[in-house]
């Protein structure tokens, strides 16, 4: 115990030595007023570049398999429902106007979707399709993931992990503790650190993305069903401490008391 809290000790003091504080996006109508610390050696402009590389390998894979869905229906709604949602991502941070969007569709059955930094958004057609969602449905996705990528949680997480093993070195040579020491250390960070900020970074995504939603003009309470679905799909969860991501009932309820915030918003934009 006496390990795991001099790392933390350790691992703050270099995230504030090491990091600047940043606010990545406005705080909206729900709130989201965090203050991020990003190590300023790891820039937004390297990340983006970074991941755009393999952003275009997966897709280089996909369409190599005849994976790759451009032309489809689905594909098409996909593209109809992302344009609304790219449209409102200024509101939140002014310079995502000059991200190189891109939407694609992966035909798979595989559950799933993301936005990666600099808005690169892969959608796969198991989730779209075994879960039957909804355009509205689709828009409180879509909304989570590019909260992430508005927030620049990647960066967040690798910055932090850069503090952390940069911690571990100093606590190794401090204590004298060995490897084996050092994983015990690492289960502990994990559990006590990155797993807690992880879900944090959910929860920002989650409210982000319904306001997101709700102004491009996609219904907000879609969020609700939607994770609904997904518990559903996804049978038995580990236990919240365990997960980077919130419980459902957990997500449903934050859900649910940050809606009429963003009814409003809804309302207004509604199609």
């Given at each position: 115990m006496k390990r795991f809290f001099v790392v933390c000790s350790l691992s703050a003091a270099v995230l504030l030595s090491g990091c600047q504080a940043v606010d990545t996006t406005?705080?909206?109508?729900?709130?989201v007023q965090r203050k991020q610390y990003m190590f300023s050696a790891?820039?937004?402009?390297?990340?983006?570049?970074?991941?755009?590389q393999m952003y275009r390998e997966t897709l280089q894979e996909a369409r190599g398999k005849g994976k790759l869905d451009t032309s489809s229906a689905q594909a098409r709604r996909l593209q109809a429902v992302a344009q609304r949602l790219i449209a409102q991502a200024p509101y939140f941070r002014e310079d995502a106007r000059?991200?190189?969007?891109?939407?694609?569709?992966?035909d798979?059955?595989?559950?799933?979707?993301n936005c990666g930094p600099g808005g690169k958004i892969?959608?796969?057609?198991?989730?779209?399709n075994k879960l039957k969602l909804t355009d509205a449905e689709i828009a409180a996705v879509m909304g989570h993931e590019i909260a992430h990528a508005l927030r620049e949680h990647s960066r967040e997480?690798?910055?932090?992990?850069y503090g952390i093993e940069l911690a571990k070195t100093g606590v190794g040579a401090l204590l004298g503790v060995g490897e084996e020491g050092l994983a015990l250390v690492d289960v502990a960070v994990n559990y006590g650190m990155m797993l807690p900020n992880s879900r944090s970074a959910e929860i920002e995504a989650d409210l982000l993305g319904i306001e997101l939603a709700a102004r491009a003009g996609y219904d907000p309470e879609a969020a609700i069903t939607l994770w609904q679905k997904m518990e559903q799909a996804g049978g038995g969860a580990p236990p919240q401490f365990m997960s980077t991501h919130p419980a459902s009932a957990t997500r449903i309820q934050n859900l649910?008391?940050?809606?009429?915030?963003?009814?409003?918003?809804?309302?207004?934009?509604?199609?």
């Open positions: 406005q705080s909206g109508a729900v709130g790891l820039s937004t402009e390297e990340i983006n570049r970074s991941y755009a000059n991200w190189q969007w891109e939407v694609n569709l992966i798979s059955p595989e559950i799933n979707a892969i959608f796969y057609s198991g989730l779209i997480q690798m910055s932090r992990a649910k008391n940050a809606i009429p915030r963003v009814q409003p918003i809804y309302q207004k934009n509604r199609r």
